[in-house]
């Protein structure tokens, strides 16, 4: 009997739907493919949420989370319910509190550059020609984000304000693991990202992942201040294989890794916890200056759904044939208008025939 999995559908808003149909297209071939079956169900988020259940995440939108293996994430929000307090608005209101709820404390964020568009990046050709390919895993429930003691104190000029950085070593030692475990089926390289000549927290860091990486030793280990993290980036992003990050030098190198990409609707994202559960999305928004009319490209929502097979179903196989035919696509010329670059060679599609495209290149 063909093996089940249950996938939480979640669509959101603006162009949410419209490039989650092209990667449910795609899981639908792949299941055939590899004989298994995805019983995708499609739960309200966001926006959607708010007007159809009102809520950003509805409570049955999170019964059908509990109830499957993962979670397929499209993205929320939009100018539409930007006049709610903030805590009700689509990503404050679904993204934090799914975070929360299911223990998504790893986040894996790839930053690919495809040898055919290197011309989308802001980086110039000598640095950025043939491509490259980073991994940034962002601590995502710890750090300066979360922990207490937290707040404003005090009245009139005489207020602090107050966040506080902590680890504990389990914390570090988990993420630590994820990292290692991605770089042995890549290249093999760790830069574990640090301010320890200032922070506390950043000495245990380092000295956890020195310890953990015992464990790996056919991978390289190396340290980074964050600051120069961040110039070596734009510098010479390829000396870069497997970057790890606590929670917030994670989320701005993470974005600034992303930038160097210049294309937005590349980048998949994978959001995990302990075990084999995950969330899965793309790292751009909502985009709701293109929603709705069918352009956007469906490229980052595919590859997300490629990085649930490779964690939540322990589909490696079938995530590498996506990843390739992805990368077939693109050489052949399918471009969507945001990765246009007016070449010769290049065919301008819409988002339904860049799914045609590539479910083409898998069969
Ligand atoms: P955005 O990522 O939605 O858009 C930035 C630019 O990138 C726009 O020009 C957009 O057209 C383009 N873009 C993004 N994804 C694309 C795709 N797949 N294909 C083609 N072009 C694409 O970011 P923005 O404009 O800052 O935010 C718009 C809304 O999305 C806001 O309500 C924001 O809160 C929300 N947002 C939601 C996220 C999530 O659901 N995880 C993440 C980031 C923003
Ligand atoms: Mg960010």
């Not at 990202?193 to 860091?205: F, G, P, Q, T």
């Not at 009319?293 to 044939?321: H, R, T, W, Y």
Request: proline content about 5%.
């Amino acid at each position: 009997m063909a093996k089940t999995f249950k996938i939480a559908v979640l669509p959101g808003d603006g162009i949410g739907p419209e490039v989650m149909a092209e990667a449910t297209r795609v899981l639908d071939v792949i299941g055939q493919k590899y004989n298994v079956t995805f019983e995708g169900t499609f739960a309200n988020v966001g926006g959607a949420g708010i007007d159809n259940e009102g809520k950003a995440l509805p409570q049955t939108t999170i019964d059908i989370c509990k109830d499957s293996d993962a979670i397929l994430f499209g993205s929320v929000g939009g100018p539409k319910w930007e006049s709610l307090p903030p805590d009700e608005q689509p990503e404050r209101g679904a993204l934090l509190p799914l975070r929360k709820i299911f223990g998504l404390y790893a986040n894996l964020r790839p930053a690919i550059i495809f040898p055919s568009l290197t011309g989308a990046s802001s980086l110039k050709e000598e640095v950025i020609g043939g491509g490259f390919n980073v991994l940034v895993i962002r601590e995502l429930t710890g750090g300066i984000y979360f922990s207490q003691p937290k707040g404003i104190e005090g009245e009139g000029r005489n207020r602090i304000g107050i966040d506080t950085m902590k680890y504990s070593v389990p914390e570090i030692e988990r993420i630590t693991h994820v990292a290692f475990q991605a770089a042995r089926k890549r290249g093999k390289k760790v830069c574990s990202i640090d301010k320890a000549n200032v922070l506390s927290s950043s000495v245990l860091w380092r000295e956890v992942v020195i310890d953990i990486a015992k464990q790996y030793p056919d991978v390289e280990l190396s340290h980074m201040y964050v600051d120069n993290a961040a110039m070596q980036l734009v510098k010479w992003p390829k000396q870069f294989d497997v970057i790890l990050c606590e929670n917030m030098f994670g989320d701005i190198l993470s974005d600034e890794a992303a930038m160097l990409t210049g294309s937005l609707g590349m980048l998949p994202s994978a959001s995990l916890a302990e075990g084999s559960f995950g969330m899965y999305e793309p790292s751009g928004g909502s985009a709701p200056d293109i929603a709705g009319q069918g352009i956007a490209n469906p490229i980052a929502q595919i590859l997300s759904a490629a990085m649930m097979l490779k964690f939540s179903c322990g589909m490696v196989e079938a995530a590498d044939a996506i990843d390739t035919a992805v990368e077939t696509v693109l050489d052949q010329g399918y471009r969507t208008r945001d990765i246009f670059q007016n070449k010769s060679g290049e065919k301008l599609v819409n988002t339904k025939e860049m799914g045609d495209a590539i479910i083409a290149a898998l069969a």
